[in-house]
DNA sequence: TTCCGGATGC
DNA sequence: GCATCTGGAA
């Protein structure tokens, strides 16, 4: 079987077991934003009681955020953990956003996926990662979003080589594997977070796993 | 490689 | 208790 069919026929199952899961959960492109900062090596339950604690608080805006005292902001983005490191972050973001954007992350999207993508990545705070969820989620951009766990299930399913391979190697496995459809991108990546946070685990459950079929099953 | 850090599940 | 959580910088 070829890469591409294995990584098609991956995405079926998957599809199929979970349903579609249509992310980013959030419920705008600002807010998205915030939420790629805030997930940082994370869970995403810490997350949204940050984003509940900003909304409550009448921060989930811009200006608001820019212009509140520190100690506000840190207490409501608290339980998403490094709340030092990640305040100076979101600062930085949200001045790039005010400044070269014009206060709106969707004007972004005037540049090509390239330029757009090197600008966040200029940003302190905003790794590969973290620019590409903006990319794809915020702004429908079609690119593939890589994380840890995409590199640990794909290296025991027996696709990626190595379980530390560089992350644009692995972005460009799937993206030349994958038909270039910003909805299957952002399904796939979703899909595989729901399989490695409930099967595909630090310490495997591979006997009821959706894509045992599918898998070499290479353990370390 | 190490630090940042509180919330959660086991 | 303790391991883990949709990383990034130095």
Same mark, same amino acid.
């Given at each position: 079987?070829?890469?591409?069919?294995?990584?098609?026929?991956?995405?079926?199952?998957? !599809?199929?077991?979970?349903? *579609?899961?249509?992310?980013?959960?959030?419920?705008?492109?600002?807010?998205?934003?915030?939420?790629?900062?805030?997930?940082?090596?994370?869970?995403?339950?810490?997350?949204?009681?940050?984003?509940?604690?900003?909304?409550?608080?009448?921060? =989930?805006?811009?200006?608001?955020?820019?212009?509140?005292?520190?100690? &506000?902001? $840190?207490?409501?983005?608290?339980?998403?953990?490094?709340?030092?490191?990640?305040?100076?972050?979101?600062?930085?973001? =949200?001045?790039?956003?005010?400044?070269?954007?014009?206060?709106?992350?969707?004007?972004?999207?005037?540049?090509?996926?390239?330029?757009? !993508?090197?600008?966040?990545?200029?940003?302190?705070?905003?790794?590969?990662?973290?620019?590409?969820?903006?990319?794809?989620? @915020?702004?429908?951009?079609? &690119?593939?979003?890589?994380? @840890?766990?995409?590199?640990?299930?794909?290296?025991?399913?027996?696709?990626? $080589?190595?379980?530390?391979?560089?992350?644009? $190697?692995?972005?460009?496995?799937?993206? $030349?594997?994958?038909?270039?459809?910003?909805?299957?991108?952002?399904? *796939?990546?979703?899909?595989?977070?729901?399989?490695?946070?409930?099967?595909?685990?630090?310490?495997?459950?591979?006997?009821?796993?959706?894509?045992?079929?599918?898998?070499?099953?290479?353990?370390?």
């Amino acid at each position: 079987m070829t890469v591409s069919t294995l990584l098609n026929n991956i995405y079926r199952v998957l !599809r199929e077991h979970f349903g *579609y899961l249509n992310w980013w959960p959030a419920e705008t492109p600002f807010e998205v934003v915030i939420g790629t900062v805030l997930t940082q090596n994370v869970a995403w339950s810490n997350v949204e009681k940050s984003i509940l604690q900003l909304k409550e608080q009448g921060l =989930l805006d811009l200006t608001r955020l820019l212009t509140s005292k520190p100690e &506000i902001v $840190k207490r409501c983005i608290m339980p998403s953990g490094y709340y030092n490191v990640k305040y100076h972050r979101l600062m930085e973001l =949200l001045t790039f956003i005010k400044n070269e954007l014009k206060g709106d992350i969707l004007n972004l999207k005037k540049f090509d996926l390239l330029t757009a !993508r090197n600008k966040l990545l200029s940003i302190r705070g905003v790794g590969k990662e973290t620019a590409d969820s903006i990319l794809l989620y @915020a702004l429908d951009f079609p &690119i593939f979003v890589v994380d @840890a766990y995409t590199k640990r299930t794909f290296y025991r399913v027996g696709i990626l $080589k190595r379980r530390d391979m560089d992350y644009d $190697k692995v972005q460009e496995i799937f993206m $030349k594997n994958l038909k270039r459809d910003v909805k299957l991108y952002n399904d *796939y990546h979703a899909q595989i977070v729901e399989l490695s946070k409930n099967y595909c685990k630090k310490v495997p459950i591979c006997e009821s796993c959706p894509i045992k079929r599918l898998c070499r099953r290479i353990i370390d």
